[in-house]
Structure formats: structure tokens, C-alpha cells
């Protein structure tokens, strides 16, 4: 079972704007993580947030955490091309021995 | 420079013929697992390793072997592979357990089973 589901599955959005994506996780945690993928490639980490923090922010990354509702949002501001790529969530389950993904978000940046 | 590291890449196989993709990283991590991305479906664990010796079933283990004798090294076994086991195939290692700690990708292994 997928503990986490990033929404929406696809963003188009043009350069200079700003991107959205939604994390939902089903049970409690202790940390979430977002991570970006390039095209078939490894993943890179982006930020962590702990479940006692609300807001994290790292360049034009901005990660907020609502542990009440169980969702989490990356926000990237003044999106450029290189940004295009796959955003995952990552929750940690069973004590945090281990690690679930989401399905990402696809997002792709225009010119 | 830090890395995890994957071999090989790229793998076209048959049905049956087992096959081991390596793992190893040189940061000293204790902790270190395998997933697999398919698509629509992103990243599911399939083992993961908290130390040396002790590993343990993620999601989806069925059909894959894992091995941890060294700290460095978590090879993927695949004893028998089927065509439901093509997939992109991850090894990743962190510090130690939990989402404390950043995972550290590896670039990956493209793998077809035919």
C-alpha cells in the first residue's frame, strides 16, 4: 500500500512561474522528505521536514507540513527549465525502518 | 567523491537465467535498500538492510534475494528472473535507518527480462 500520493500526477507550467505539488500520507510519521528525479536517473533529495516543524525552506524550495490533515506541499518559486523533472514524497513507516514513496508528480517547465 | 554505485546499467536477460546486480557505496552508511520504479506506480522497496548480516522484506520482495556481508556492498539477486521483474532498479544508502537521514541514490539499472 502506498503511504504516500503526490497530487496532481502532472504539472505544466510555464518559466517563472510557480509550482505546487501535494503530498497525502495515510498513517502518522515522524519525517517526510521530497525528492527530484531527471528522466530515468537516480533521485536526488531535496529537503527534509520533521513532523514537529511546519515550514522548511531551502533556495526556492519551500516545504510546509500539516500533520493534522497528513499532507505535505513543495512549492518551487520562479520555476525555470531545469526544474522540469519528477517530485516524489517520502514518508517513513514501520518505526522508520523503511521508506514509501508516492508516485510523483511529473513536472514540466516551458520556455 | 561520495557515491552509490550500480552495475550493470543496462540488462536484457531471459526468463530464468539468474543474475545479480551490485551495489556498493563508499560514504560508510549502515543503512542501505533496493526498489524498483515502474511506471505510474514510482518507488517500491523491495529489501533493505538496517547493518551487516541483518536485512529485512520491503514491499515487494517476492522473487529477489538480498545479501549484506560487507558494510559497502547489498547485491540484488534475481535467482530466477520472470518478465514481470523488467523494471528500473534502485540501490540507495543512508547513514542509518529512518527519514532522519538523506538517502543517496544510485544511478540506476535498466533491466529486461524477456
Known amino acids: 500500500s502506498q503511504q504516500g500520493e503526490e497530487d496532481p500526477q502532472a504539472l505544466s507550467i510555464q518559466e517563472g512561474e510557480n509550482a505546487t505539488m501535494n503530498c497525502s500520507y495515510k498513517?502518522?510519521?515522524?519525517?517526510l522528505q521530497w525528492y527530484r528525479q531527471n528522466s530515468g536517473r537516480g533521485l536526488v533529495h531535496l529537503i527534509l521536514?520533521?513532523?514537529?516543524?511546519r515550514e522548511k525552506h531551502s533556495g526556492r524550495l519551500r516545504v510546509t507540513l500539516d500533520t493534522s490533515k497528513k499532507s505535505s506541499s513543495l512549492l518551487i518559486t520562479a520555476s525555470r527549465a531545469a526544474d522540469t523533472a519528477s517530485y516524489f514524497c517520502?514518508?517513513?513507516?514501520?518505526?522508520?525502518?523503511?521508506?514509501?514513496f508516492g508516485p510523483g508528480t511529473r513536472l514540466s517547465v516551458l520556455p | 567523491e561520495a557515491q552509490v554505485t550500480q552495475n550493470p546499467r543496462y540488462l536484457i536477460t531471459v526468463t530464468g537465467k539468474k543474475l545479480t546486480v551490485t551495489c556498493s557505496q563508499n560514504?560508510?552508511?549502515?543503512?542501505m535498500s533496493w526498489y524498483r520504479q515502474d511506471p505510474g506506480l514510482g518507488l517500491r522497496q523491495i529489501y533493505y538492510?538496517?547493518?551487516?548480516?541483518?536485512?529485512d522484506k520491503g514491499d515487494v520482495p517476492e522473487g529477489y534475494k538480498v545479501s549484506r556481508k560487507e558494510k559497502r556492498n547489498f547485491p540484488l539477486i534475481l535467482e530466477s528472473p520472470s518478465p514481470n521483474q523488467t523494471s528500473l532498479y534502485f540501490c540507495?544508502?543512508?547513514?542509518?535507518?529512518?527519514?532522519?537521514?538523506?538517502?543517496?541514490f544510485g544511478p540506476g539499472t535498466r533491466l529486461l527480462v524477456l
Open positions: 560514504m560508510n552508511h549502515e543503512y
Open positions: 517520502a514518508t517513513d513507516a514501520n518505526y522508520g525502518q523503511n521508506f514509501v
Open positions: 498513517t502518522s510519521i515522524n519525517n
Open positions: 540507495a544508502s543512508s547513514l542509518s535507518p529512518g527519514l532522519r537521514e538523506t538517502q543517496y
Open positions: 521536514i520533521r513532523s514537529n516543524e
Open positions: 538492510s538496517m547493518n551487516v548480516e541483518v536485512t
